[in-house]
């Protein structure tokens, strides 16, 4: 047993000698995947699945590390790492490099096992998967956990449907039944539904176990052909189910030492068309036992107490199981090598006892035990006979007694009725009755040997004469002859073996075995006698051909002769293909069913038979080609007609000319060792091999010295290429030097224009540079006096509100001073005026002591009435005034907004209007200050001859007192002088004080005119001295 541990490689072969498994275990290869830590653990395989085509596996460890093992090309590879424990995995997807695993988190991710990459992640589990069931077409996958199923569309990975369950039933299994649309579906409580994957309607449920079965389901396999259900339990009970008949028809007993199964998986046999016989039954002492379900004979086992078995997988074509054992390792083996001794027809070890009607099954009747295969002679002691048991029953519910086995194998005899009955046999079990009719030895060992001498060097160029479609088809046809060339040298230089072998290896090209061992059982017994006069046809075996044609039919042996065809056209192309030309599959699987049922010469009679049911279009034939063409193609002629004249020739020839006078009895291949195959002219075939050799010396040494022709014809037409090349390159060096000759001074020609060229746009530029820099300096001195102007104006703008506020403050003041100045002139008015009445007052004391007291009372009376008036009076003049300042104000002010809008476009007019204003103003003031002048002159007129009066009333009392009158209306018109007076005083010293403002206004303008005057002409002056520099440096 190899062992290989996978370490850290990510890639690497998984054994350096070939696998030669032993028989007592059939252990392949044991693979262990250790770290390389400091402290070095096992990392234990958890699940293990394999392809479609059974040749690759994947594994997948604790660890989440996932490896594809190619059993065929002897290699694995590390194709993912999940990071987390798989628990279940899936690797017969329709694209068939792509693979599913269920992880610990509870999702499924969906992997190429190609480019490593991701292709999808499905989420929707709330628990972990522990079963993945994939569809027949690859396209639908049902993972399965302990709450729920789940089913998936593997083109979209997107959720089709979910079955939901109580929490208190439970889930056991849900899968697809193989090859069909169906999906089953197990629970813990042991019902089993079976739905439509399309509409998931309910086809059928099947009925509940017997009570007196007690076993809980846990564990569930169906066969290839989905008509047999096994389940298992905690129990060594197996129940089988037909699910075809959908009821419960076999109960196993199992061995005492197993008290539960842990797994249960058919055994795939390449002949028995998907109806799976053999069981394997994983035990809970880690022994996997494998039983034929329909002898119940323990075939063989694997696992052991001490390595016991965790859980295991069978390949799709049954040749590998890939076993994951207790201490984490993982073991392939070889279903060959451990059924290489029960892979025979085995002796009897059933017997039918009775035969019970339908109404008497039940639990107790369909129950069987399991016996050792290892009993060969049952009759011996009565501790080993088998127990009695009742077939299976059959779709219409009848019961067959069949002899399944007797001690030859398959009774001859009975199988020879049943083909005269039937015409052929049931393709179901063709196969199988070929292996036993031919007595096949299956020899792995020595056909091993054969096969691993490798191609043989006759068969090397094989597709070139047979340009077969199917490269397995050729490979299978290539090893089949070269282990044919390798038995017997003849077979090497036989021209039409592969004629003779293909359609047996086209039946049999999942088996090269059993392929092989038909073709040489065939080349030993119904090929007698054809290498005799080898390498030329058999002239002995046409000859008997043709002594029968001549005995049952003359005319058409005698129109065979008159056209020239011999026995080499109408008989050999029959012979040396087997009749695969000239019949269709079914019409020669039904022939080969008589041929290998009867005697040697049954094929010679064959021929004979052909020939003479086809006399009517052979007789119309006269062209040799229209006979080869008959010959080699197939004709409309019914086999079954065939069959029965060849039984009517094989009965009515006379034995003296009867082949099997001349041919030997059939003889099967020794078992262990092949026999030796000389029935042939040794000397011609040694002749020719050494011809063979000599002939392939000499063409290796012609092969070898046209070889060196061939090296020294080509090391000189390289010479004289190279020689050419050197010629040629150096012509093509002188042409282009003389071209870059031209194309230099082209050039130079080319520069010294540009450089004209370059130097007027230089001047361009230059010039065009120029000006924009003058435009560009212009811009910017246009820039920089815009603002400066704009700095005047911003200046001028100041001034001018500063002038404002200052003339507005001096005018101010000017009223103040004006309304105090007027305050005390009239307080000092006032004070005179008081005085002169005082002085009146007292003057006239005496004489108003006379006066009556009505004469007073009414002075008294005018005198108020003439402060009253004077009071309005003086008040109506301060209203007048105010009013008068007031509007002057705001003419001012709408002066000089009027102003500050036309200054800078109408400044000389508006000069000129304010000297006439200021002269108008001038002689306004020189009028208001003769005005003023009079009426202060007027004023103190009155007031001197006020005074001058009441100085004369004080000397002359009496005569003016009869001025009473007079005095009351003049005083009635003293204070409207006064007012007048007082009136023209205040406008007089108004006009006083604005004449002053306006004065000193206009000097302050010219002042500010002069100014900006004086600043536009030194601006306006640098302005010309910088735009003349430009000009003349362009210039």
């Known amino acids: 047993m190899q062992s290989t541990d996978l370490g850290n490689k990510e890639s690497g072969k998984l054994w350096h000698r070939k696998p030669s498994p032993a028989a007592r275990d059939g252990i392949m290869v044991n693979i262990i995947h250790s770290s390389s830590h400091y402290l070095p653990q096992v990392l234990r395989f958890l699940n293990v699945a394999f392809d479609s085509s059974g040749d690759c596996l994947i594994a997948g460890d604790h660890q989440g590390n996932i490896y ?466 080898f390498p030329n046809p058999p002239i002995n075996i046409l000859s008997m051909i043709e002594n029968v044609l001549a005995f049952h039919d003359k005319e058409l042996l005698q129109h065979f002769i008159d056209h020239d065809i011999t026995s080499q056209l109408y008989a050999w192309p029959l012979l040396e293909t087997v009749f695969s030309e000239v019949l269709t599959r079914e019409e020669w699987l039904k022939l080969f069913d008589n041929v290998f049922s009867n005697h040697p010469s049954f094929l010679l009679m064959t021929v004979v038979a052909y020939n003479t049911c086809s006399r009517a279009p052979l007789l119309n034939c006269s062209l040799r080609d229209d006979f080869e063409y008959f010959f080699h193609h197939r004709n409309n002629l019914d086999i079954s007609v065939v069959i029965r004249e060849v039984y009517h020739l094989m009965d009515t020839t006379p034995t003296d000319i009867h082949p099997n006078g001349k041919l030997d009895a059939f003889v099967a291949l020794t078992k262990g060792q092949y026999p030796v195959f000389n029935q042939y002219p040794k000397f011609i075939v040694d002749y020719q091999t050494q011809e063979r050799e000599r002939i392939r010396n000499d063409e290796l040494d012609f092969l070898r010295e046209r070889q060196m022709v061939e090296d020294m014809q080509a090391e000189v037409d390289q010479q004289r290429v190279e020689d050419e090349a050197w010629y040629q390159k150096q012509e093509l060096l002188c042409k282009a030097e003389e071209t870059r000759r031209e194309m230099l001074l082209q050039e130079e020609e080319k520069m010294v224009q540009q450089r004209q060229r370059l130097a007027s746009v230089k001047r361009e530029l230059r010039a065009k540079e120029m000006h924009l820099q003058d435009a560009t300096r212009r811009r910017f001195l246009k820039l920089q006096q815009d603002q400066r102007e704009m700095e005047l104006r911003r200046l001028n703008d100041e001034i001018e509100r500063k002038n404002l506020i200052r003339n507005q403050e001096a005018v101010a003041k000017e009223m103040r001073e004006d309304a105090d100045t007027y305050r005390r002139k009239v307080d000092l008015e006032e004070h005179m005026f008081h005085k002169l009445i005082e002085a009146g007052q007292t003057q006239n004391q005496k004489t108003q002591k006379l006066i009556e007291e009505n004469l007073a009372e009414a002075e008294q009376a005018c005198l108020n009435a003439d402060w009253r008036i004077q009071a309005l009076h003086k008040q109506r003049c301060d209203d007048l005034q105010r009013n008068a300042c007031y509007q002057e104000v705001a003419k001012l002010l709408r002066e000089n907004r009027r102003k500050e809008t036309e200054v800078l476009n109408a400044m000389v007019g508006e000069g000129a209007k304010k000297w006439e204003e200021a002269q108008e103003k001038d002689f306004h003031l020189k009028s208001e200050k003769k005005a003023s002048a009079l009426s202060d002159a007027s004023r103190k007129w009155f007031l001197e001859k006020e005074l001058d009066d009441a100085l004369e009333h004080a000397e002359h009392p009496y005569n003016t007192v009869p001025r009473c009158q007079s005095g009351q209306a003049d005083s009635g018109y003293v204070p409207r002088t006064s007012q007048l007076k007082d009136s023209s005083e205040v406008d007089s010293s108004t006009h006083i004080s604005l004449n002053q403002r306006r004065v000193q206004w206009d000097t302050m303008e010219q002042d500010l005119m002069e100014r900006v005057r004086n600043l536009r002409q030194r601006l306006t002056a640098q302005a010309r001295n910088r735009c003349r520099t430009p000009h003349l440096l362009a210039t």
């Not at 424990?85 to 992880?103: G, I, M, P, Q």
């Not at 009970?237 to 037909?242: V, Y």
């Open 68 to 533: 594809v093992f190619d059993l065929y090309g002897n290699r694995f590879n590390l194709v993912q790492r999940t990071a987390q424990a798989c628990t279940a995995l899936a690797f017969n997807l329709r694209r068939k490099s792509e693979f599913l695993v269920a992880l610990a988190d509870y999702s499924i991710k969906c992997f190429d096992s190609v480019t490593k990459e991701l292709v999808s992640w499905m989420r929707g589990h709330e628990s972990s998967v522990f079963s993945i069931s994939v569809h027949a077409s690859g396209r639908y996958a049902i993972t399965t956990s302990s709450d729920t199923a789940q089913l998936w569309d593997l083109d979209t990975f997107q959720r089709k449907r979910k079955l939901n369950i109580l929490q208190s039933v439970g889930i056991q299994k849900v899968f697809f039944l193989p090859l069909s649309n169906t999906i089953l579906s197990c629970f813990k409580d042991n019902s089993i539904f079976a739905w439509e994957c399309d509409t998931l309607s309910c086809k059928y449920q099947l009925p509940a176990p017997p009570e007196s079965s007690s076993v809980l389901y846990k564990v569930f396999a169906v066969t290839r052909d989905g008509r047999i259900l096994a389940a298992g339990g905690k129990s060594n009970h197996l129940h089988l189910w037909c699910l075809e008949a959908k009821q419960l028809f076999r109960i196993i007993q199992m061995p005492t030492k197993v008290r539960a199964i842990r797994h249960l998986e058919f055994l795939p046999d390449s002949f028995d068309a998907g109806s799976n016989q053999v069981l394997g039954v994983l035990s809970q002492d880690g022994i996997m036992r494998f039983v034929n379900i329909q002898t119940c004979k323990l075939l063989f086992e694997i696992g052991s107490l001490d390595e016991g078995i965790s859980s295991s997988v069978i390949s799709p074509h049954g040749r590998y199981i890939a076993s994951i054992m207790e201490n984490g390792s993982l073991n392939i083996y070889s279903v060959q090598t451990l059924t290489q001794e029960i892979n025979k027809p085995p002796p009897p070890l059933v017997k039918v006892i009775e035969d019970l009607p339908k109404s008497k099954l039940n639990s107790g009747g369909l129950k069987m035990k399991v016996t050792s295969g290892r009993v060969q002679r049952p009759a011996k002691s009565r501790e080993n006979k088998i127990q009695a048991r009742i077939l299976k029953q059959d779709l219409t519910g009848n019961f067959e007694n069949k002899e399944n086995e007797v001690s030859d194998g398959l009774n001859k005899k009975r199988l020879q009725i049943l083909l005269k009955g039937y015409g052929e046999y049931p393709m179901k079990y063709r196969m199988f009755i070929w292996r036993s009719l031919l007595q096949l030895p299956e020899n792995h060992t020595a056909f091993s040997s054969l096969v691993d001498k490798g191609v043989h060097v006759a068969f090397l160029n094989l597709q070139k004469k047979y340009p077969i479609k199917s490269r397995k088809l050729l490979r299978v046809l290539q090893r089949t002859l070269s282990a044919l060339a390798h038995w017997s040298a003849i077979f090497s230089d036989t021209p039409y073996l592969p004629l003779l072998a293909f359609p047996f290896v086209k039946l049999f090209q999942n088996n090269q075995l059993i392929c092989f061992e038909v073709v040489a059982t065939l080349i030993i017994n119904w090929c007698q006698h054809w290498f005799e006069y």
